[in-house]
């Protein structure tokens, strides 16, 4: 009998093990454990960062403070960060601004999970609305474009402005975190729609653990830093999802030195590519939704050969999701290289595009499987996918299919590794 392992898969709230045959490779981040003491290691942040003066006194006692912090799609632990910020910036007026980019507001019951009853209760809370133009205030342009940078009023219009983050590599804005609280965190749809537009995202410097010269990053940086953040606090994660390290003090400075902390932690070279590739969206909150797993599928896409197979499992508890145009630019095309040439004759400009055409890509040049309860059969066939029910026996058929000497790897926590072929 063929020798087998059991590897647990991150996969909704629970994770979901998954039978890997001898000979499969299993690759996961390089990172530490959680820090000992966060609390602590988030207080010494404030108080004596690594780049620029103190918390304290950067933001003088009676001012406003927007907040730039993640929505529900990202699982930045706030819980433990923002009793932390609270408790160093007294006498202060604290706006939280949560930096929704294009997705749906977050609700009541979501809030509360992320951030608890007494931050909610300590201060004023704003939720972005990309498509409230009243709600924003110009930048400038978007660097290379005449599109106005549309930055939310509500961040930018207080005394003081303080990003926190969460940095995992981002598979067409290089790194996540940072500069991206503000654009495209808390930038209006117009904004966004250039920032995400179809020439930036097909450019090859568009894509993971690239920053200089990336035409997505780049200008996001730009936008940024005409925003005048004051503060800027990033954290990167262990496995569990606890703080493995944090970075701060001036935004571009403390940035770099997150990208850089994770890029040797997370990114994983192979010599070469791979059959079959299972991977996830990370577990919730990041595999909510369909839309939110084409971050999973190209972490796997870096890996597969062409014709290759990838299987997903996500628990998609949110679906597609029915908010946005994710579902009906899916409908709207016959397969991905149809919507490809229809994006490439300019007939496709609009909401959740740009997550599409990566999408797109992907399914053009991979079979794409997917364990996906919150999402039915036929969504998933309209998703240029094929629903599979066990994902154990879906990767020992594939790589039965593939013949013998078949590769097959697996990333359990799907976009915290990024593998590349050297």
């Known amino acids: 009998m063929p020798m087998t392992r059991t590897v647990r898969l991150d996969f909704g709230r629970t994770g979901l093990d998954l039978t890997v045959p001898e000979g499969v490779d299993v690759l996961r981040p390089r990172s530490a454990a959680g820090l000992a003491d966060p609390v602590g290691a988030l207080r010494r942040a404030m108080r004596q960062p690594a780049f620029g003066a103190p918390l304290d006194e950067l933001v003088p006692r009676g001012a406003t403070v927007a907040v730039s912090v993640c929505d529900v799609t990202r699982p930045f632990p706030g819980r433990t960060v923002l009793p932390v910020l609270l408790d160093e910036l007294p006498g202060r007026r604290v706006r939280l601004v949560v930096a929704t980019g294009s997705h749906r507001a977050c609700t009541p019951g979501e809030l509360d999970t992320m951030f608890g ?79 995400h537009s179809e020439p930036r995202i097909g450019d090859a410097r568009a894509t993971w653990g690239v920053v200089d010269g990336n035409p997505v990053h ?129 007939e496709i400009r609009e909401r959740d595009q740009w997550q599409v055409q990566v999408q797109a890509t992907i399914c053009e040049r991979a079979l794409v499987l997917a364990k996906t309860p919150g999402v039915t059969d036929d969504e998933l066939r309209m998703a240029w996918m094929r629903p599979v029910g066990d994902v154990s026996a879906a990767l020992a058929e594939a790589l039965a299919g593939a013949g013998a000497g078949a590769r097959g790897a697996v990333l359990p926590e799907g976009p915290q590794t990024i593998a590349y072929v050297a």
């Open 117 to 195: 009853p007494e931050v909610l209760a300590a201060c004023e809370l704003v939720q972005h609305d990309a498509d409230d133009p009243a709600a924003h205030a110009p930048l400038g342009t978007v660097p290379g474009s005449g599109v106005p940078a549309l930055v939310d009023r509500a961040f930018l219009g207080a005394d003081a402005r303080i990003t926190l983050g969460f940095v995992e590599p981002h598979f067409f804005a290089g790194f996540s975190g940072g500069p991206k609280m503000v654009a495209p965190g808390l930038a209006a749809l117009e904004t966004i729609g250039e920032l």
């Open 218 to 346: 780049d200008p996001i940086r730009a936008i940024a830093a005409r925003a005048g953040v004051t503060f800027a606090l990033d954290v990167a994660l262990a496995t569990d999802k606890s703080i493995a390290a944090v970075f701060s003090g001036a935004l571009a400075d403390e940035h770099a030195a997150a990208c850089a902390h994770v890029r040797e932690t997370a990114m994983v070279r192979v010599s070469e590519p791979y059959d079959v590739v299972v991977t996830t969206n990370s577990g919730y909150p990041l595999d909510q939704n369909l839309y939110q797993c084409v971050k999973g599928l190209k972490a796997a896409a870096g890996i597969v050969r062409d014709g290759g197979t990838v299987i997903l499992a996500a628990a998609c508890e949110d679906g597609l999701p029915a908010h946005g145009r994710y579902a009906e630019l899916l409908a709207g095309s016959a397969g991905p290289r149809d919507f490809l040439d229809r994006l490439a004759r300019g």
